[in-house]
């Protein structure tokens, strides 16, 4: 299914979200308007380590951030092993992928950096590398 979300098109894995497409639009212009910073959704997480990552970005409240070695550390594996399993997240923006950042610089992002960037500033996180 695809989500408009800040003048962009994201795709994302609706079957591993317990809601129809209305509700999960509703809640993306809600989160988009600044009504929401969370999403009340039930999200059937991937098996494995990606998961796992996808638990821990879960995890990470709306204007913060965790850096890879942060969440490496924290599920004892290796920063670009999050990084790759950041990369297979289903749901980008429901389980915020964007929240995951590298120490100095923003990194990769499926959506591109531009929208990773308008995503955190959105929520009023630090840009890692910015005063």
Not at 8 to 34: F, K, W
Not at 89 to 108: E, F, K, M, Y
Request: aromatic share 6%; hydrophobic share 35%.
């Amino acid at each position: 299914m695809e989500i408009q979300l800040f003048d962009t098109t994201r795709d994302i894995d609706a079957s591993r979200i317990d809601a129809d497409p209305a509700t999960i639009r509703e809640q993306v212009l809600e989160y988009e308007s600044g009504e929401r910073t969370e999403f009340d959704l039930k999200v059937d997480y991937l098996e494995g380590f990606t998961g796992k990552v996808m638990r821990a970005m879960a995890d990470i409240p709306a204007g913060e951030t965790r850096t890879y070695g942060e969440v490496a550390t924290a599920l004892e594996s290796a920063p670009i092993a999050v990084g790759q399993a950041c990369g297979r997240n289903p749901i980008p923006v429901i389980v915020p992928c964007h929240r995951i950042v590298g120490v100095d610089s923003l990194t990769g992002y499926a959506g591109g950096l531009d929208l990773k960037r308008r995503l955190l500033e959105h929520e009023g996180a630090a840009i890692p590398g910015e005063p």
